[in-house]
């Protein structure tokens, strides 16, 4: 697991056990309270611009003339980066905040639409080329509505091309914190972080499930797997974080899958 590897998200963060917290669920997550922050974090940190990006775009390959969803797109980099290889992109996100960011980059005429993953998507059956979802299914408990709602958009054939949070880093990282007892590997538990960002602090939400359980959910979707992908850092960050990688040039932190919807 690559040392402060949560730091993807945020300037300062500190583990919080949920079963210690009185958590209002109305305000975990709320991307609209820092969304000026994040962007700017996102933006140039290791494991988002030089890991999981360059990650999330060598698996999408050749993109050109292929209608793609942006699931939860945030301000939307990996959009613009689809977009600028030629791709047809939409996206939504549940953060207002977020999305007029990402109108910011991408201008008026970009489709983006406020949507929740796991609801009904406001797009029609068999629409969709290709889905990505960067970073977006660990906030779930149920990936069931989620997945089937992705699979009815996508055309037969289309893929899912997907990153969430790898299932041994998070198991490692309670470990590491003493709180193996609370969250063991094989269970599906919630777990929250206060990320501290331009001076406020948030509760973030995560949903940790074991390997296993995902591939599950994946199959029982509809869903054929054709990679699981652990990939090295993009060659850019030896450069930029020379002491990092020269400690850990591979590390634990997110996993991939490239999925087809048979």
């Not at 960011?101 to 970009?110: F, K, P, Q, S």
């Not at 629409?127 to 989620?146: I, K, M, Q």
Request: glycine letters at 8%; proline letters at 5%; one cysteine or more.
């Amino acid at each position: 697991m690559i040392s402060n590897e949560r730091q993807e998200h945020a300037s300062s963060t500190e583990l919080t056990s949920s079963s210690a917290v009185a958590v209002d669920r109305s305000q975990v997550n709320d991307y609209n309270s820092f969304a000026e922050a994040y962007t700017a974090e996102n933006e140039t940190n290791l494991v988002n611009a030089y890991y999981e990006r360059p990650a999330m775009l060598a698996l999408a390959g050749d993109v050109a003339g292929r209608r793609i969803l942006d699931v939860g797109c945030g301000s939307g980099p990996l959009f613009a980066a689809l977009r600028n290889r030629g791709a047809i992109v939409s996206g939504f996100d549940a953060s207002a905040g977020m999305l007029e960011l990402a109108r910011r980059r991408l201008g008026d005429g970009a489709d983006l639409q406020v949507a929740d993953l796991g609801s009904p998507l406001p797009y029609s059956d068999d629409t969709f080329d290709d889905v990505v979802a960067s970073l977006v299914l660990h906030y779930l408990e149920d990936w069931g509505p989620a997945l089937a709602e992705l699979r009815r958009v996508l055309k037969p054939g289309g893929r899912l091309i997907a990153s969430v949070d790898h299932p041994f880093a998070i198991n490692l990282m309670h470990r590491q914190a003493g709180r193996e007892a609370e969250y063991q590997y094989f269970d599906t538990t919630n777990w929250t972080e206060e990320w501290t960002m331009g001076g406020q602090t948030s509760l973030m939400s995560f949903w940790h499930r074991p390997l296993h359980a995902m591939i599950e959910a994946f199959t029982g979707a509809g869903f054929r797997i054709t990679v699981i992908s652990e990939p090295e850092p993009d060659p850019a960050a030896r450069e930029l974080f020379p002491e990092v990688i020269a400690a850990k040039p591979r590390f634990l932190c997110f996993l991939f899958f490239v999925l087809q919807a048979d």
